[in-house]
């Protein structure tokens, strides 16, 4: 069935409805580009270390040079990556990719049986992993197929005296490098020089070769590995370059990149889209150390920025954020989860430009939608569908429902991921016969083609056989001037099956659940209002910020 696209109508001025897909065969033909076309400009800097294009270009051909000529990895391979934002994160992936290798993207925040569980499912024969963890992966290596484990610490790319310090510190002041014991290992720096003792062989890479193991999931239960081939990262690349391009200065730009690399929302926007604009990207390793992130922010020129809307919050309540000069800054990207009005409207009082949301899954490489660029003010929704690609609504029984109607949002375009790995049952519960990726997201559109999420179809909190959506009751809550985070959870209640529940961490310590009721009952209708108020010092969150609903349904105080 044809797909009508209202939205076109509504894309800002030189965004084409489709993107040449074919114009690079894989990312590596798109970085190479990029090394040649900016080959003396900074690529990737981190605690005061500045990496240029060129020097990416020659340490990762060492890196894949090592994995191929000194492992003798054969393509398809898995190399699990297990590393925050620093240098080292960039030249891996890049040369594991260059190798014709597939790159598993491992959160440095795993606890062992996690960890186990990623090392085991995509069977990763490579592991590469910070020194700060590698007492976890001791734990569980002996139980994986991993055959060489390379490690780093957070200095070695920093160069003498800095690198070397950085490393002490970590181990002997902050006590941030457990002991841990893993035989055989190698160091990062020694792989690199191995690297250049092997030329790096022509290797062919397809368009449908798996490019990244990306896992998803692992919060609603067993983690994933969705399959993003080299087609569905360079779709992304070519769908986000011409939605923002218009908006950039090839070669100048400086993107704040605080969310990991490691996640597909920076990895993508980002690592990839931002080295096709040849900008630098500036890695912020730890950025819930939020007074050091904004003294990082005062020293750098920067002009774009991505986030969470916890990552926004949290710097808009630093003292000095305000003080920050931001005359160059002129793109703010926020998806992850959903932007709260309150948030948005506090990030355009104090820097001057609107924070634009974007929505996206691990399984769409990640962008599907975004608002234009040139937005005067958040309006709450989603945005458009990007380029090439098509959105509908539909109901439990797969029908699409008419226009202004809630339905589950499907998403089809050349960034869908071609599956789970070695998961067909899970791929055929979210890929429909007609190619359609289910996203689990309840949503609507208005006339203009604009997409609204209403809520998770999991996270719906049915109350007297009324659907209320979280994302509405946290938006409402989040306006009081006393709250600094909140999360809305359904809870069982005798009387109406449900009841509304909400979890806020306060900014004014003298917040009571009275007020709060007082502010739902003005803003929401009844069954809509939280039933319960629960006051916590913080809230659950996953390793991007995205706050854990399922964690806040815990005990219920009295009513």
């Not at 200095?155 to 841990?180: A, E, I, Q, T, W």
Request: with cysteine; proline share 6%; charged share 20%.
């Amino acid at each position: 069935m044809q797909v009508e696209r209202p939205w076109l109508s509504s894309y800002p001025q030189g965004v084409p409805a489709e993107i040449d897909v074919d114009e690079f065969p894989s990312i590596v033909s798109v970085l190479q580009s990029s090394l040649e076309k900016f080959r003396d400009r900074p690529a990737f800097a981190n605690l005061g270390k500045v990496i240029t294009y060129a020097e990416i270009d020659r340490l990762s051909q060492q890196f894949a040079a090592y994995l191929l000529g000194e492992l003798k990895l054969k393509k398809g391979d898995r190399v699990a990556i297990m590393m925050p934002n620093c240098l080292q994160y960039p030249i891996a992936t890049f040369g594991v990719l260059r190798a014709g290798l597939t790159v598993v993207n491992t959160n440095p925040m795993y606890t062992a049986r996690e960890l186990k569980h990623q090392l085991e499912d995509s069977g990763a024969s490579v592991l590469v992993v910070l020194d700060n963890f590698g007492a976890v992966v001791q734990e569980v290596l002996a139980e994986t197929q991993v055959r060489q484990v390379v490690t780093t610490g957070l200095g070695d790319m920093l160069g003498f005296p800095k690198g070397p310090l950085v490393n002490f510190v970590l181990r002997h002041v902050k006590k941030m490098v457990p002991d841990y014991s893993l035989p055989g290992a190698i160091r990062f720096r020694d792989a690199l020089t191995l690297g250049q003792m092997h030329p790096l062989p022509q290797v062919a890479i397809d368009a449908e070769d798996l490019a990244f193991l990306q896992y998803t999931g692992g919060t609603t239960g067993v983690a994933k590995g969705a399959m993003l081939t080299h087609r569905n990262l360079v779709a992304n690349m070519q769908q986000a370059a011409a939605w923002i391009g218009t908006n950039v200065r090839y070669g100048e730009e400086l993107i704040i990149t605080a969310l990991p690399l490691y996640h597909i929302f920076a990895l993508t926007a980002n690592g990839l889209v931002f080295m096709k604009f040849g900008g630098l990207n500036y890695l912020i390793t730890n950025p819930r150390d939020m007074p050091a992130f904004v003294k990082e922010l005062k020293k750098v020129p920067f002009t774009a920025i991505t986030g969470v809307n916890t990552l926004f919050n949290g710097l808009l309540n630093t003292p000095g954020f305000d003080s920050i000069d931001f005359s160059r800054l002129h793109l703010t990207l926020g998806g992850g989860m959903a932007v709260q009005r309150a948030v948005a409207e506090r990030w355009k009082k104090i820097t001057g430009v609107t924070l634009v949301e974007a929505y996206g899954l691990t399984e769409t490489s990640p962008a599907a939608c975004i608002n234009p660029m040139d937005l005067a003010e958040y309006n709450g929704s989603i945005g458009l569908p990007v380029p090439s690609t098509d959105a509908c609504l539909k109901d439990e029984s797969g029908n699409r429902v008419a226009q202004g109607e809630v339905g589950e949002l499907c998403i089809k375009g050349p960034q869908v991921m071609k599956g789970y790995w070695q998961r067909p049952d899970e791929t055929a519960n979210v890929m429909d016969a007609e190619g359609w990726l289910h996203t689990g997201d309840m949503a609507k559109m208005d006339e203009k083609g604009f997409f609204y999420i209403v809520d998770r179809k999991k996270d719906m909190i049915l109350v007297s056989g009324f659907n209320v959506y979280p994302n509405e009751v946290e938006d409402v809550i989040a306006m009081l001037p006393g709250v600094l985070e909140v999360g809305a959870v359904g809870v069982p209640d005798e009387k109406s099956g449900e009841a509304v529940k909400v979890v806020i961490v306060r900014k004014d310590p003298n917040l009571t659940a009275e007020e709060v009721k007082a502010h739902a009952k003005e803003n929401l209708t009844g069954y809509k209002q939280p039933k319960y108020v629960e006051f916590r010092t913080e809230l659950p969150k996953t390793n991007v910020g995205k706050i854990l609903r399922r964690e806040l349904r815990g005990p219920t105080p009295a009513a």
